[in-house]
Nanobody, 120 residues
Framework: VQLQASGGGLVQAGGSLRLSCAAS????????MGWFRQAPGKEREFVAA?????YYADSVKGRFTISRDNAKNTVYLQVNSLKPEDTAIYYC?????????????????WGQGTLVTVSS
């Protein structure tokens, strides 16, 4: 299984980015896909996940939107109204178990991460 994340970059506060994660080596439609992030000096945290429904961390609700295209084996994260505290490496992840992506478990598969830097 490979998860290839892309779309990160440097953006000013209030700006937007669209992150993508292309998956291969798995039956994509059967998997819950998620995004996590890790800021400098902090632990990795859940951001959003999607199976049949979408799930969000409170800190990003109303600003971030997760979506998936099963035909392209790709999950997206549209990040709007970015804040300096959103600066982090963003990782995509996959697991057949919804709870491992949205709960306290750890997803089985991880991508390499894409860096989002938000300047004030």
């Amino acid at each position: 299984v490979q998860l290839q994340a892309s779309g990160g970059g440097l953006v000013q506060a209030g700006g937007s980015l669209r992150l993508s994660c292309a998956a291969s080596g798995l039956t994509f439609e059967y998997y819950t896909m998620g995004w996590f992030r890790q800021a400098p000096g902090k632990e990795r945290e859940f951001v959003a996940a999607i199976r049949d429904n979408a799930y969000y961390a409170d800190s990003v609700k109303g600003r971030f939107t997760i979506s998936r295209d099963n035909a392209k084996n790709t999950v997206y994260l549209q990040v709007n109204s970015l804040k300096p505290e959103d600066t982090a490496i963003y990782y995509c992840a996959a697991d057949v178990s919804l709870s491992k992506v949205t709960g306290t478990g750890r997803p089985t598969y991880w991508g390499q991460g894409t860096l989002v830097t938000v300047s004030s």
